[in-house]
């Protein structure tokens, strides 16, 4: 249905319509025409293989802290989880906007650390590295 009352069948509104479209879609051609999609290298030689890898979220939109650990197929997720108690606790996990996540190796005896970082704040990472017991950023060699 037409909101024009011309009698040919194509109103105002159509022709602005299709006009958007036609300059949204040539916009976007001009954004993207040369672009080409990355392929990946090969990888050449041996992937090193590793006893243990964990990788433990350190910020992200939303915390479980109600959520108890458990085992989920061969997984183990273990989470840090509020006391229950009458008082407060002493640092609590913050959420934001964003991801951080802290990935620890293990072959052998050599232990290897990354932390990916594309969190909102630094106060936050800060805070939740510092809340965890099993990051201490001063004493773990980093990669």
Same mark, same amino acid.
């Given at each position: 249905?037409?909101?024009?009352?011309?009698?040919?069948?194509? /109103?105002?509104?159509?022709?602005?319509?299709?006009?958007?479209?036609?300059?949204?879609?040539?916009?976007?051609?001009?954004?993207?025409?040369?672009?080409?999609?990355?392929?990946?290298?090969?990888?050449? /030689?041996?992937?090193?293989?590793?006893?243990?890898?964990?990788?433990?979220?350190?910020?992200?939109?939303?915390?479980?802290?109600?959520?108890?650990?458990?085992?989920?197929?061969?997984?183990?997720?273990?989470?840090?989880?509020?006391?229950?108690?009458?008082?407060?606790?002493?640092?609590?996990?913050?959420?934001?906007?964003?991801?951080?996540?802290?990935?620890?190796?293990?072959?052998? &005896?050599?232990?290897?650390?990354?932390?990916?970082?594309?969190?909102?704040?630094?106060?936050?990472?800060?805070? &939740?590295?510092?809340?965890?017991?099993?990051?201490?950023?001063?004493?773990?060699?980093?990669?």
């Amino acid at each position: 249905m037409s909101h024009s009352s011309d009698e040919s069948g194509i /109103g105002r509104r159509d022709i602005l319509c299709s006009g958007g479209s036609a300059i949204f879609s040539s916009l976007i051609a001009a954004l993207l025409g040369g672009a080409k999609p990355a392929r990946a290298q090969t990888i050449s /030689g041996n992937v090193a293989e590793i006893d243990r890898a964990t990788v433990r979220v350190v910020t992200d939109n939303y915390h479980f802290a109600l959520s108890p650990s458990g085992k989920i197929g061969d997984v183990e997720v273990g989470r840090i989880v509020f006391p229950l108690s009458d008082q407060p606790p002493e640092k609590v996990l913050l959420s934001e906007f964003g991801l951080s996540m802290h990935l620890e190796t293990q072959r052998g &005896n050599e232990t290897r650390n990354v932390l990916i970082d594309f969190g909102y704040s630094s106060p936050t990472l800060l805070n &939740n590295t510092t809340s965890s017991a099993s990051i201490r950023p001063s004493s773990t060699p980093w990669c």
